[in-house]
């Protein structure tokens, strides 16, 4: 049972538009929401990472907003660029009782020149 | 500094054959995590250490995994009698303690099995 769903599986998106990525999660109990992004042959790479008691963060170009009631969190990457073309993943854990990540599928992002 | 480090960075292995891979963790970080990412797919979580201590296990998808860290540093992910199946990128994560969770990934080493 997927434990974090993710959309949408690809994404393209023109140089200086917003890329938007979706996860949705059904355990109450996930504390901690990090977003990683992955080259191809690279592992994963931190982005940004949120906890419950705040609804956005912002670091840079990239965007976490996060609603505690819908289960639900989001990746915002503005002005993207074609840097940005990579594969994201969410993931989400609850430190408490454990700190293994459970990750969403991917979502595959092409920013056109 | 230096980041998470995995060897061999390719392996390929007939089925039936014995593997290990190795993983150099940041110095000093006290958990480490062995994640497999399917081709395609995001990382499933294989196994948990506290320093030399196998906390978690869980994920390990059979008897033929075993993970190790007898020192609190470097760890060892051994996958006897390798099988087809076992095709995958095996991720390794570090994470220092009070940092609330951040994991570190390395390259991961990608693992085929004929």
């Keep these: ?113 | 500094g230096a980041g998470v480090s995995q060897s061999p960075r390719y392996k390929v292995a007939k089925r039936g054959q014995d593997v290990a891979l190795r993983c150099d963790p940041i110095s000093g970080h006290v958990s480490l995590f062995w994640y497999q990412q399917a081709l395609g797919q995001g990382p499933e979580f294989l196994t948990y250490f506290q320093n030399e201590a196998q906390l978690d296990k869980s994920g390990l998808p059979s008897d033929r995994f075993f993970a190790e860290r007898p020192e609190g540093s470097v760890s060892t992910l051994k996958i006897q009698r390798t099988q087809q199946e076992d095709s995958a990128v095996y991720l390794c994560a570090s994470s220092p303690a009070g940092e609330g969770g951040t994991q570190y990934f390395g390259p991961g080493t990608r693992l085929l099995v004929l």
Aim: proline fraction near 6%; glycine fraction near 8%.
């Design chain 1, 1 to 113: 049972q997927q434990q974090v769903k993710q959309s949408p599986q690809s994404l393209i998106v023109q140089k200086g538009g917003i890329s938007i990525i979706n996860c949705a999660y059904e355990n109450t109990a996930f504390d901690y929401f990090p977003w990683y992004q992955q080259f191809p042959g690279k592992g994963p790479a931190l982005l940004i990472a949120i906890r419950p008691d705040v609804s956005e963060k912002k670091e840079g170009r990239f965007t976490i907003s996060f609603n505690k009631s819908a289960k639900q969190f989001s990746l915002h990457i503005m002005d993207s660029q074609p840097g940005d073309s990579a594969t994201y993943f969410c993931a989400a854990s609850d430190l408490l009782t454990g700190n293994q990540f459970y990750f969403g599928t991917g979502t595959s992002l092409t920013v056109i020149p």
